[in-house]
């Protein structure tokens, strides 16, 4: 028997979402995230980034980025199937004109 289940949760640290997500995982599910356009990128199989929390996610698990991680995967995504310099991402990343090297 097939089932469609949807929740709608007022879940600020995502806590009981990855919960339920994860029981469903182990049941063999078949998980299709929806979400406004625009709220997340998927990037392969199983993940995910929601740039408005700023969040990546593996699965079910949230992989824990620093800030400068986070902002330069976030570009690269975004422009993805483009070739950039040391110094282009530099500037992006850092908004820095100049940076020290060795």
Known sequence: M????????DDPDGFLYNYIL??????DATIET???????????PGLTVYPAQRRVYSKVSE???TRKEYDMLLYLLQNANQVFSFTQIYKCIWKESNYATG
């Open 63 to 65: 992989i824990i980025l």
């Open 22 to 27: 994860s029981l469903l995982l182990s049941r």
């Open 2 to 9: 097939s089932k469609i289940i949807i929740l709608k949760l």
């Open 34 to 44: 929806v979400t406004a356009e625009g709220a997340k990128i998927s990037v392969a």
